[in-house]
């Protein structure tokens, strides 16, 4: 089918067109002949890059330009958020019928506002955990949504992102019957099930728009799927070197999966010792430039160092303990076919879109906690096989298990190769996962009666494969908690949430965190520090893992514990009654030592070093930090425990940007953070006052800053920019790049 014979308006067309797209795959021709674009719900299971996105598109405009309606997307990741807006924004030079152009919004964080301004966007993009924050707000342009589009809708199997997904779809179901579903998705086994909940029709197919084909590496013969095999040069004794080798000398990429972060690295390490030696000159220089990027990005670290180091050799790894910036810079050379080999934890499998000719499965167990080393399952298999082949660039991907020994070989082609994805199963039935969830049902004035929250949850993915019997009890079970707990009140049969209540789930924590915070408020400790909030938030269930300690740290977090639990709100458990609440313990200890070394402005490289705690990990505690610091001041707020308000108001800012309490005013200031704060307080300025009268030479001059820098602060506090000063220091800015670029 011709995008030129689409049933979409013809403005649409023209952008497709535009961006090189005339006919439709045939997974897209299947999908608009089901009736897509017409508003019938639909499942489309397809593999990576098989174009479910411009399906996607498309029924958004339709809605947009000829329903007058709104679209919501969903996304489990920031990282893909992002990159669903990107693509969205090709459209915003499209009129509608009232000369307005289309306006796409995207908005991922802050849990504890309904972000009414989204509402005047046409297309909405977001996560699924701020949809249902904004499903708790209320807000009221959620009434509009016409579409919702859930992406990677197989994500209702993962126990930590599938029932907010799933509760976020019955939600919008359940105020808008009439709304659209165009649900997202990897080739699933259960399809049907999925689509039923859905009361969507499905499209399946394992069309790419690049072959792939699978296999089994034993030591230099790959054995296919298809019965076909061949031979690859033993260059080394490692079998996955040799594969990648084999891949950049013909012209291709390859995306090496490990099982652990530790593993990637030193997989990467041993690659870029054989990569930097078949590397052209030219090709070589170019990487040493794109090194120094990343070395001037962020804090300098052990971790950013090796990554350097790597990149000049056409590798790199990536895992979640990489700072974000770095994380994005990686991913832009690979995409970019700068690198050629990437290794990466399993997490990029369910994350940004990095395509490469060749996937390589180095290893296919993962350490499960209770489990020791368990082999993966075939669907975190297939998500990333579906990697391998990059549109535009191979005629073929490639995806390939290494084995050890032929009954390995085997036992991977059967179980993996041959093998079926399994059966997706909703993870709703869980009481720390659904209390919040229940809490919220009512709180929100979804439901005001025990009847009316069994209706609610009996709409649920849950539900629908268990029935609703098997939840009832469960949710019977909260409610009693949430009601000891007086979070909910009853008037005869209604059910209403107490100011509380609502509040715990305005502020989008589990209910359990609330209980904790609130009864700690309630005991003001001997000694109040900013160690005694930073534990308090480590405590609760909200701030995810914590730091684990490690045997050698054990004793002397016990000794730094016991100095200092008159400052802790919450009792140390007795370690010889419960040692892994003891340990549990101080891995929470660990953890907000972490986060007072951060505040005192240690460097990253340091707390790399005294902690093991990698920047990845550290971003991650940071925002659960910030989240559950502003938990702690409304709650507050709310029992009058007004004690702890001045310190947890001064700590968010201070987590946030990891600094010290004199540099708080001045890292307000757009484009100063801590390194450049701290540099220009040791300067001498060290009040919004002293640098609105500084001269602007003398913050030029100092290191980090540069003319445009010190120019954009000056004026944000008001300081007067004499113009001749500002044309002389521009124009001595300008030869000193010019002289630093020929060289």
Known sequence: MKVAELPVPESVKEVTLRSGIAELYPPQEEAVQTGVLEGRNLVLASPTASGKTLIAELCSLTHVLEKNGKVVYLSPLRALANEKYD????????????????SVGISTGDFDSGDSWLGRYDIIV??????????????????????????????????????????????????????????????????????????????????????????????????????DARKIEKKTRDTTINLVLNTIKTGGQALVFASTRKSSVSLAKKIASYTGKVLAKPVKRGLMREAEKILSTGERTNISDSLAVLVESGTAFHHAGLAGAHRRLIEDLFRQRKLKVLTATPTLAFGVNLPARTVIIHDYRRWEPGYGNYPIKVLEYKQMAGRAGRP???????????????????????????????RIWSRLAVEKIIRGHVLATIASDFAHTETGVYEFFGKTFY???????????????????????????LFGNEIYATRFGKRVSELYIDPLSGVEIREALQYKPEHLTELSLLHLIAHTPDMGPVMRPYSRELDDLAVLMEERKDELFVEVPDEWDDRIAYEEFLGEIKTALVLESWIE?????????????????????IENAKWLLHATHELGMLSGKKEVLPLAAELIERVEKGIKKELVPIVKLQGVGRMRGRIMFNAGFQTIEAIKHAPLEDLTNLPLIGPRLAKKIKEQVGGFVKKDTWEKLEKGDEWKQKSLADY
Do not use: C
């Open 87 to 102: 693509e969205f924004k090709k459209y915003i030079s499209i009129r509608k019928d009232d000369g307005k152009r289309v």
């Open 126 to 227: 977001t996560t699924n955990e701020k949809a249902d924050s904004l499903l708790r707000h209320r807000v009221k342009w959620m009434d509009d949504i016409s579409l919702v589009v859930a992406d990677e809708v197989h994500l209702l199997n993962d126990g930590d992102r599938g029932p907010t997904l799933e509760v976020v779809l019955a939600r919008l179901m359940q105020i808008n019957p009439s709304i659209q579903v165009l649900a997202l998705s990897a080739t699933i086994h259960n399809v049907d099930e999925i689509a039923g909940w859905l009361n969507a029709k499905y499209v399946v197919t394992e069309w790419r728009p690049v072959s792939l084909k699978e296999g089994v590496l034993l030591h230099e013969e790959i054995q296919y799927k298809d019965g």
């Open 392 to 422: 535009r660039y191979d005629k073929v991907g490639e995806s390939v298990l290494i084995a050890k020994v032929a009954d390995e070989a085997d036992y991977l082609m059967q179980n993996y190769v041959l093998a079926r994805t399994e």
């Open 463 to 489: 539900a629908y494969q268990y029935d609703v019997k098997a939840i009832k009890s469960l949710v019977a079970k909260i409610m009693k908690y949430l009601y000891d707990e007086e979070m909910l009140e």
């Open 601 to 621: 402005e240690t460097s990253e490289e340091k707390l790399l070093e005294r902690f093991r705690v990698q920047p990845g990990d550290l971003y991650r505690i």
